[in-house]
């Protein structure tokens, strides 16, 4: 399955674990494959880069650069194209440019905006635990 991790699921992977890990785990795994675009490449980066995740980030014994370079590994970069604003939230569209752009089947979230708008297209959009369900169904 195509899949593309908005900013908040890949910082709580990153820094506290739990269901959203889980999902870079499937990736790592190659039950899914993951992508990203330049736009969340610089949004994950500048998330990371806040004050406010510091201490959490020297806790779990990492650096943003560290934290940024496995991600670049791990998720396929797509090149996006501006599509006609759907969201309020002007970064969320750039999510969902990035699984225009990717071809994704899903979208793993846990942005109330976002998942107001599932399915856009054909895409679902999913929290992290119940995108890790759709990914183990079987495929027909």
């Given at each position: 399955m195509r899949v593309v991790a908005d900013t908040n699921t890949v910082v709580s992977a990153f820094l506290w674990g739990g269901v959203?890990?889980?999902?870079?785990?499937?990736?790592?795994?190659?039950?899914?494959?993951l992508f990203t675009s330049a736009a969340l490449i610089a949004e994950?980066?500048?998330?990371?880069?806040?004050?406010?995740?510091?201490?959490r980030i020297l806790q779990v014994g990492s650096n943003p650069a560290d934290l940024i370079a496995?991600?670049?590994v791990l998720a396929q970069l797509v090149r996006t194209a501006e599509i006609a604003p759907v969201s309020r939230d002007p970064d969320d569209d750039q999510v969902l440019?990035?699984?225009i752009a990717a071809d994704a089947g899903l979208i793993v979230t846990r942005d109330q905006d976002l998942r107001a708008l599932d399915p856009f297209r054909t895409i679902r959009i999913l929290p992290a635990r119940a995108a890790l369900a759709l990914i183990a169904q079987p495929r027909g």
């Open positions: 959203p890990a889980e999902v870079l785990a499937a990736a790592r795994a190659q039950r899914l494959t994950l980066e500048d998330v990371l880069s806040r004050e406010k995740f510091a201490a496995g991600y670049r440019a990035c699984a």
